[in-house]
C-alpha cells in the first residue's frame, strides 16, 4: 500500500528562492505600484497646487524688491487703497443678466479643503422616472451597509473566531450572506437603477413600463432578504460560490432580470434616434447573458459529479465577467462622458471591447480551479484565454483615459471623477493582475490562500463599486437638485479607497507568505497562526471600508431628500431647477 | 446587411447566439462528458445513509467555504493525500441532494482550513473530531474554526443515555460541573461522514499519476540521524499524525487524550508494548479517548521511525525501535496490512 505519511515526509521540498522574479509576481508589483503611483498622483496635484501659490506669492515680493521708488510708491498707494463699503452695494438690485454667477457666498462651506464645482445643469427627468431611480438605488445603498457589515464581522472573527456562538451568526453561513448581498443586493440593485436613467436618456424617449420596474425591484429585493433568511437557516443550494440560494429564491431574482430586460429592450426599440448608444449594448447584452448564465448554471443535468465543478467555475466566473463588469462599462460609457461633458474618445474601441469581453471572458472560467481532476485541456483553455482578457481591459483602460485625457485639472475640482478614476485604474489593475494569477506559477503560491479574496475585494470593489459611486455622485445631484457636503464625499472617498488598500495588500502578502509557506511544506497549522497579524490589518482595512459606507450612505440621503422649506442659506445657493 | 449600432433585436440575438454557443462548448458540454464519463473505484464504499446526512450537515454549515476537498496533481498537495483526486473519487458524494440543493460543491476554493480529503485517515478518531467540532482550540491552539455548540447538548451527568457519544471531557473542564456534553445527531452524522473521507486505493496494477513537481524543486535534506538509521523524519511524522491529539508539546489533553512526555509505557526499556498500541490501537483507559489503529496508515519505516522520535524526545529517555520489531508485531496484530 502507498502510505501519505512517506511522502510528506520525504516530499522533495520546492525551491522557493526564485519567486520574486517570477512574471507573474513582477506583473502583480507593477500594478500595485500603478495604484500607488495614481494616488500619488492625486496627492501631489493638490500639494503642488499649493506649493505653486506660496512660491507666486513669494515671487511676487521678490520682484516688489527691484521697483524703483516712484513704483514703489504707486505700489504702495495702490495698496493702501481702500473700498469705501458701497462699491456693489447700491439700492438697486443684482441682476446676473448671463447667469454667469454659479454660486455667490460670502463664507465658503469649509475651511479646511477647497470647494469643489457643483453640479451644474439639473437635468429634466420624468418624476415616474425619478422614483425609480432613487428607490432602487436606496435599496442598493441598505444593502451595501448591511452587506459590509455582515462583511466587517465576518473579518472580526478571523482574529476573534470566538466572538459568538450563534448558529446563524457563524462564519460558514454568513459568509454567502455577505457575498451574496453585495452581488444580488448592492452592485446588482445599484446597476439596474442607473441604467433605468441611462437607457431612458440615450434612446430619448421615456421607460417603456415603469410598473414592470417595480415589479422588478420586488423580485431582486425580495430574493435577496429570502435568500439571506434560508442561508443563515442553514439551508443554501450546495455551497458553490454565489449560487448558495436554492433555486425558488434564485428563480425569483432571474424572474426580476428578465423583467428589467423587457423593459430595457422596450425602452431601446422605441427610441427616437436611429442609433443604439454603445452604452446600451453592454447593458442588454449583460441582462441577456445574466439570464442565460443563470439558467445554465441551475439545470440539473450535467451537474453530478465533476460536472458540477465545470459549471461552478464557469458560472462563477461569468458572474462577475458578464454581469457586474458587462453591466458596469456599460455603465461607465454614460455616465464618464457625461461627468466630463465631453463626447467618448473612441466610440469603436467601445465596440471591440464589447465583442472581445463576450468572446475571451465567456472561456476563462475554469482558471478557478487549475490543477484540479479537471480536463487539462480546458485549464488550458482557461488560462490562454485569461490572457487574452489583457484585450478588452486595455481596450478599455485606454478609452477611458483617453476620454480623461485634458481634463485632469478637472479631477482636482471634481467631486465625482476622483472615483472615476480609481474604478478606471482598478478595472486596469485588478483583472491584470486575475489574467497573472491565472498562470500556473502563481496560481501554485496563490490559488486557495487569502490572495484570492484580495482579489474578489480588488474587483468588485476597488472596480464595480467605486465605479457605482462615481455614477450615483454624477447622477443624483442632476435629477434631485441636491448635492452632498463635499467635505464629507471626500472624506467617503479617501475612507474607501485606504481601506481598500489596507484590506488587499495585507491579504495579498499574507497570501504570498502562506503559499510559499505551503511549498516548502510547513505544517499548517503553523501558516494559520502566520497569518494572523494580516488578519488584523484586513480587519482594520475593512473597518475603514465601512466606515465610508455609512458617510456614503448618508451623503445619499442628503441627495435625495426631500427638499426642506427654502431658507436663508440655501436661498442664495444656486437653484439650478 | 445587419446594422447593429441600428438593429436591436439583432444585436441582442448575436449576442445571445454567440454567447449561448461558447457557454455550451466551455461549460455545458464538458460538464456532461464529466458527469457521464464517471465511475466509482472497485474498492470505494458507497455512502452509508448515515454519511449522506453528515454531508448535508458539511453543506448547511458551509464548511467549504474553508475547507477544500480536492488534493492537486502538485507537489505541495502531498500533504493531503497519497495521490492526486481524480473524477472517481466524487462519484458518490457530488450527487444531486434533492429536489432544492444540488450536488454539493465538495472542491472548494480556499484552504483557510486544511484539505479534508483524507481526513478520515489522518485523523481517525472520533473522540477528537467531536471534541474538535465542540472547541476547536481545545485540541489546536492557533485554530480559527468556529466553534459548533449547537450540534451538541449539555445535559446533567444522570441524564446520559447509553448509546449517547458523550465528550471526553468533564463537566468542570467546560465551567459547567455535574453536566456531562453530548453530541446530537447531527453531529454524529457530521462526524461519521468525516471519518469516511478516505482516498480509496486505485484498482491494483493502476498508477497513480505523478505530482507535478513544483518550479525548480530540489530534495530537501532529512536530519542527520535519520539519514543514519535509513528512516523518514520521525518528527515530521509525529506533527502530521498525533499531534492532533497528543498536541505539539506531547504533554496530551487531560480527560480526553494522554501525555507522551513521560509516559512510563513510552519510556519501557523495550518498545513492545508501544509498538502494540501504535499498531493496533487502544482503549484500555476509561478516561481517554479511543486510540485509532495505525497500522494501515503507516509503514514500518515510519512506525519505527515515529515511535524513537517520541521515545526520545519531550524529556523521554529509552533505548530506539528496530523496524524488525515493528514488522514481527504487524505480522500479529494486523497482518491483512502487509504490504504485498
Not at chain 2, 518528527?235 to 505539539?248: L, R
Amino acid at each position: 500500500m502507498v502510505l501519505f505519511v512517506s511522502q510528506v515526509v520525504q516530499a522533495q521540498a520546492p525551491r522557493t528562492e526564485g519567486w520574486l522574479s517570477s512574471p507573474g509576481i513582477v506583473g502583480t508589483m507593477v500594478l500595485l505600484a500603478i495604484v500607488l503611483f495614481i494616488a500619488a498622483l492625486i496627492i501631489t496635484a493638490q500639494v503642488g497646487r499649493m506649493l505653486k501659490e506660496t512660491k507666486d506669492k513669494r515671487a511676487a515680493r521678490l520682484a516688489e524688491a527691484e521697483l524703483s521708488a516712484e513704483e514703489l510708491a504707486r505700489k504702495k498707494a495702490a495698496r493702501q487703497y481702500k473700498l469705501r463699503g458701497d462699491e456693489l452695494g447700491g439700492r438697486a438690485p443684482a441682476f446676473d443678466a448671463k447667469a454667469l454667477v454659479a454660486k455667490a457666498s460670502s463664507e465658503p462651506d469649509n475651511p479646511l479643503v477647497e470647494e469643489k464645482i457643483y453640479s451644474r445643469a439639473r437635468l429634466e427627468v420624468a418624476p415616474e422616472l425619478q422614483r425609480v431611480v432613487v428607490w432602487y438605488l436606496a435599496a442598493s445603498v441598505f444593502w451595501l451597509v448591511f452587506g459590509t457589515l455582515v462583511g466587517q464581522y465576518l473579518g472580526l472573527k478571523f482574529v476573534w473566531p470566538d466572538l459568538d456562538g450563534q448558529a446563524w451568526l457563524s462564519f460558514g453561513r454568513l459568509r454567502p450572506v455577505h457575498t451574496n448581498t453585495v452581488f444580488w443586493g448592492w452592485a446588482s440593485l445599484a446597476m439596474i437603477g442607473l441604467g433605468y436613467f441611462v437607457i431612458a436618456r440615450t434612446s430619448a424617449t421615456r421607460i417603456f413600463s415603469y410598473r414592470l420596474a417595480w415589479w422588478g425591484f420586488g423580485l431582486i429585493n425580495g430574493s435577496v432578504v429570502i435568500g439571506n433568511l434560508c442561508l443563515m437557516a442553514g439551508i443554501n443550494n450546495g455551497g458553490g460560490e454565489y449560487r448558495e440560494y436554492i433555486w425558488p429564491v434564485a428563480l425569483l431574482f432571474a424572474l426580476g432580470l428578465m423583467i428589467t430586460f423587457r423593459n430595457f429592450y422596450g425602452t431601446v426599440k422605441r427610441r427616437t434616434i436611429p442609433e443604439i448608444y454603445v452604452s446600451n449594448w453592454y447593458i442588454l447584452a449583460a441582462l441577456v447573458w445574466t439570464i442565460v448564465l443563470a439558467t445554465i448554471g441551475y439545470l440539473p443535468w450535467y451537474q453530478d459529479g465533476l460536472g458540477e465543478t465545470v459549471i461552478q467555475g464557469y458560472y462563477m466566473h461569468m458572474g462577475v465577467g458578464m454581469w457586474f463588469m458587462t453591466f458596469s462599462l456599460g455603465l461607465t460609457y454614460y455616465y464618464l462622458p457625461s461627468a466630463l461633458n465631453k463626447p467618448i474618445y473612441s466610440y469603436s474601441l467601445g465596440v471591440l471591447a464589447f465583442w472581445t469581453q463576450m468572446l475571451f471572458y465567456t472561456l476563462i472560467g475554469t482558471h478557478h480551479f487549475i490543477f484540479a481532476p479537471l480536463p487539462w485541456w480546458l485549464q488550458t483553455v482557461a488560462i490562454v484565454f485569461s490572457v487574452g482578457m489583457f484585450i478588452p481591459v486595455f481596450a478599455g483602460t485606454t478609452n477611458f483615459l483617453m476620454t480623461m485625457r485634458g481634463s485632469w485639472s478637472a479631477i482636482g475640482k471634481s467631486y465625482v471623477l476622483p472615483f472615476f478614476l480609481v474604478g478606471v485604474v482598478y478595472y486596469c489593475v485588478g483583472s491584470s493582475q486575475g489574467s497573472f494569477q491565472a498562470l500556473r506559477f502563481t496560481n501554485h503560491i496563490w490559488h486557495f490562500t487569502d490572495f484570492n479574496v484580495a482579489h474578489s475585494h480588488m474587483t468588485m470593489y476597488g472596480i464595480i463599486t467605486f465605479l457605482m459611486w462615481a455614477c450615483m455622485y454624477a447622477l443624483l445631484p442632476k435629477v434631485t437638485g441636491r448635492e452632498p457636503s463635499q467635505v464629507l464625499v471626500g472624506a467617503h472617498f479617501w475612507l474607501a479607497f485606504i481601506g481598500l488598500f489596507a484590506y488587499t495588500v495585507s491579504l495579498m502578502a499574507g497570501g504570498t507568505v502562506k503559499g510559499l509557506a505551503w511549498m516548502e511544506g510547513v505544517p499548517f497549522i503553523e501558516t494559520v497562526i502566520a497569518t494572523r497579524g494580516y488578519w488584523a490589518w484586513r480587519a482594520i482595512g475593512g473597518s475603514l471600508m465601512f466606515l465610508s459606507h455609512l458617510l456614503f450612505a448618508w451623503n445619499f440621503y442628503c441627495m435625495v431628500r426631500k427638499p426642506r422649506a427654502v431658507t436663508q442659506h440655501a436661498a442664495l445657493e444656486p437653484q439650478m431647477a | 446587411m445587419i446594422d447593429l449600432h441600428k438593429d436591436q433585436a439583432n444585436l441582442v440575438n448575436i449576442s445571445l447566439l454567440v454567447f449561448a454557443l461558447l457557454s455550451t462548448g466551455i461549460a455545458v458540454a464538458p460538464a456532461l462528458h464529466l458527469q457521464d464519463n464517471n465511475a466509482p473505484l472497485p474498492g470505494m464504499p458507497k455512502m452509508t445513509a448515515q454519511e449522506r446526512r453528515g454531508l448535508a450537515v458539511y453543506v448547511a454549515e458551509g464548511c467549504m467555504g474553508c475547507h477544500t476537498q480536492q488534493v492537486r496533481n502538485i507537489e505541495m498537495d502531498k500533504t493531503w493525500g497519497a495521490r492526486p483526486s481524480i473524477p472517481s473519487d466524487y462519484y458518490y458524494s457530488k450527487q444531486r441532494m434533492n429536489v432544492w440543493q444540488q450536488s454539493p460543491s465538495l472542491l472548494g476554493s480556499e484552504r483557510t482550513g486544511p484539505d479534508l480529503t483524507n481526513v478520515g485517515q489522518r485523523q481517525a478518531s472520533e473522540a477528537w473530531q467531536m471534541l474538535h467540532l465542540y472547541d476547536p482550540r481545545m485540541v489546536v491552539k492557533g485554530s480559527v474554526m468556529p466553534r459548533y455548540g449547537w450540534l451538541f447538548q449539555t445535559v446533567d451527568s444522570a441524564a446520559v443515555q447509553s448509546g449517547d457519544v458523550v465528550l471526553p471531557v468533564t463537566g468542570e473542564q467546560l465551567g459547567a460541573p455535574g453536566k456531562k456534553v453530548v453530541a446530537t445527531q447531527k453531529a454524529k452524522d457530521l462526524v461519521a461522514y468525516l471519518l469516511s473521507l478516505k482516498q480509496a486505493p486505485l484498482p491494483s496494477g493502476v498508477q497513480a499519476d505523478a505530482f507535478l513537481p513544483s518550479p525548480g524543486a530540489d530534495g530537501k535534506p532529512l536530519p542527520a540521524a535519520a539519514v543514519e538509521a535509513g528512516l523518514p523524519d520521525g518528527g515530521a511524522i509525529f506533527s502530521q499524525v498525533c499531534a492532533a491529539c497528543h498536541q505539539p508539546d506531547a504533554k496530551g489533553l487531560p480527560g480526553a487524550f494522554p501525555a507522551l512526555a513521560g509516559s512510563p509505557i513510552v519510556n519501557e526499556e523495550s518498545p513492545a508494548k508501544m509498538i502494540d498500541i501504535v499498531l493496533g490501537g487502544y482503549d484500555a483507559r476509561p478516561e481517554f479517548g479511543p486510540m485509532p489503529p495505525q497500522a494501515a496508515n503507516l509503514s514500518d519505516a515510519e512506525i519505527t521511525a515515529v515511535i524513537n522520535h517520541v521515545r526520545s524526545s519531550f524529556g523521554n529517555n529509552a533505548p530506539p525501535a528496530t523496524q524488525e520489531a515493528v514488522r514481527s508485531q504487524r505480522a500479529v496484530i494486523a497482518p491483512e496490512t502487509i504490504a504485498e
